[in-house]
């Protein structure tokens, strides 16, 4: 069981209130939309603190707003595992919605939730799931946090909108729709430590839920975001990983560190759009296989790193592994791509395991192991790229590119 909160030592701080003081009850019947409000508001009028939540199933049909300065607190100290003990939030609130506004927890300026299991009762996995608002909201909520949470099975997990300095940290569990959201930030943001994998639902074998999340869920998306950070984060079976994309707000810069996805039936990474200052990857382990009995609607061949026609900020990928896939990347961007001292395994079969159609591309100091007796294909450089670079990889088997008259290419010390 993880360690849970010293809760006697918390409540004899004048800052910190009990919900169950305010009418509140954890037997799993009871709606506890108004005491919990109204605890949070009481604090919040004292200038701020902490609403402590004992363990328990606490039941709801509305929504909950957590004012500035605030923090709902329950009993765990680090990410819950499930809904069998502990601070259990189960929501029936939002059920065929999906409008952000009406998301059951709203979050605002300086407030903090921690230490909770967040369930969806009605979401059952025996059918196509059921839409629902996001779980957590952020909206104007700068300096706002979302720490030691288990979001078992929501439709979408954390929106996040117009909150410089936001930090998301241990958030663990399986969202449906998307895991996190991001846009409209416009200072330094933290994602760290948080893994969506189907613990959940690793009891349920229908393939009509299970196909949805491979065919339509993404664990990561990015819109507008200044100087993102991310660490430690990881996606397993969804359709695209990490996804980053243009709203009407712009697109991200950002450093990403020790990330991962495995198992993803479309790509690891889609980039639809990065800032011109750029995305860096570091030390990422991205890992894929095929099925279409899980994932109805494909595209095919996959890959890793997918980066589409219209972006146009540059992307570094320095010391990554990659393994079972078509193809490693696919380039159609008018883009810079550089990957450096990062691994490359096992693609698919007569398929090269970087294919560029545009934009310039640098592959420096990397290792190439291919698993196909009857396959040696490395690269396959189209007459859009522009530039391109090979220099100081290692081959184990000779290197084979098929390369278009037009592209300029500067190969060589390769082994």
Same mark, same amino acid.
């Given at each position: 069981m993880p360690p849970q909160l010293n809760y006697r030592a918390l409540l004899q701080t004048e800052f910190a209130v009990n919900v169950l003081d305010y009418g509140a009850n954890g037997n799993g019947t009871f709606d506890n939309t108004d005491s919990f409000n109204k605890a949070l508001l009481d604090i919040h009028s004292k200038g701020g603190g902490y609403v402590y939540v004992p363990s328990g199933n606490y039941l709801f049909y509305g929504q909950i707003t957590i004012p500035n300065g605030v923090t709902l607190i329950g009993t765990y100290q680090s990410v819950p595992a499930g809904i069998e003990y502990g601070t259990i939030l189960l929501v029936y609130y939002g059920r065929n919605k999906i409008n952000e506004t009406l998301s059951f927890i709203v979050m605002n300026l300086d407030s903090t939730i921690k230490g909770f299991s967040i369930y969806y009762p009605q979401q059952i996995c025996n059918s196509v799931p059921v839409q629902y608002p996001p779980t957590i909201y952020l909206n104007n909520s700068a300096n706002a946090a979302v720490e030691n949470i288990n979001l078992v099975n929501p439709y979408i997990g954390i929106w996040i909108y117009?909150?410089?300095?936001?930090?998301?940290?241990?958030?663990?569990?399986?969202?449906?729709?998307?895991?996190?959201?991001?846009?409209?930030?416009?200072?330094t943001a933290r994602i760290e430590n948080t893994h969506f994998v189907p613990n959940w639902e690793e009891g349920c074998h229908n393939m009509t839920y299970r196909s949805f999340i491979s065919t339509y869920g993404r664990a990561f998306v990015f819109g507008r975001s200044d100087w993102q950070y991310v660490f430690n984060t990881f996606s397993f079976t969804y359709s695209i990983g990490y996804h980053f994309i243009e709203t009407?707000?712009?697109?991200?810069?950002?450093? =990403?560190? %020790?990330?991962?996805?495995?198992?993803?039936?479309?790509?690891?990474?889609?980039? +639809?759009? /990065?800032? =011109?200052? %750029?995305?860096?990857?570091?030390?990422?382990?991205?890992?894929?296989?095929?099925? +279409?009995? /899980?994932?109805?609607?494909?595209?095919?061949?996959?890959?890793?790193?997918?980066?589409s026609t219209d972006n146009i900020g540059p992307v570094t990928f320095e010391g990554c592994s990659f393994w079972l896939s078509d193809n490693i990347v696919r380039l159609y961007g008018n883009s810079a791509l550089i990957v450096s001292n990062s691994h490359f395994a096992w693609w698919g079969e007569n398929q090269p395991a970087i294919y560029a159609q545009n934009g310039t591309l640098k592959v420096i100091g990397c290792n190439f192991m291919q698993k196909h007796e009857s396959n040696n294909y490395h690269f396959e450089l189209k007459s859009g790229l522009k530039k391109a670079i090979i220099v100081g990889n290692t081959f184990d088997k000779p290197l084979n590119a098929s390369i278009d008259s037009h592209v300029q290419t500067a190969i060589g010390y390769n082994l």
């Open positions: 117009n909150s410089p300095r936001y930090f998301v940290n241990k958030v663990e569990g399986e969202p449906i729709m998307i895991g996190v959201y991001v846009d409209m930030i416009g200072d009407i707000n712009g697109a991200t810069n950002g450093n =990403f560190l %020790g990330i991962g996805a495995d198992g993803c039936q479309n790509h690891s990474i889609k980039i +639809d759009q /990065i800032q =011109f200052n %750029g995305l860096l990857i570091t030390n990422g382990e991205f890992a894929a296989y095929y099925s +279409d009995t /899980i994932c109805i609607t494909c595209t095919w061949p996959k890959s890793h790193i997918y980066i």
